[in-house]
């Protein structure tokens, strides 16, 4: 009974924050193969249906121990229920950037906020 008005709740949640939520697209990458006939690697990707998420907070990490390379940091949010197990997956894309997941910060079994990063 609770579960299903915590579930209710969330759902009605997402659809408040409106452009809040962004469309995330989860990708794995199954693995790369070689063509013999055309000589070209080919890579196979899965992706699932596409989620909202809300980015949380975003950082520039610009070190001088990284080089030149200035890496961008960000929290997303998104259901559970929605994705299941997010450490099956590689990358997201949102807004046609694509992130790599990072470590999971917190999950509750209804909310979970992951780590985000890319190169900018």
Do not use: P
Not at 46 to 73: H, L
Not at 86 to 100: E, K, L, M, R
Not at 101 to 110: A, H, N, P, Q, W
């Amino acid at each position: 009974m609770y579960r299903a008005l915590i579930d209710n709740q969330l759902r009605k949640a997402f659809t408040l924050v409106k452009d809040l939520a962004d469309d995330a697209t989860f990708t794995k990458r199954n693995g790369t193969a070689f063509d013999f006939g055309t000589g070209a690697l080919t890579e196979d990707a899965s992706t699932i249906t596409i989620i909202k998420a809300v980015i949380v907070q975003t950082k520039k990490d610009s070190r001088e121990d990284k080089g030149s390379r200035n890496t961008q940091k960000a929290e997303m949010m998104f259901k559970t229920a929605d994705l299941g197990e997010f450490s099956a997956y590689d990358t997201v894309t949102i807004d046609g950037n694509v992130w790599n997941l990072g470590d999971r910060i917190k999950s509750d079994g209804y909310i979970t906020l992951v780590e985000v990063f890319r190169e900018s």
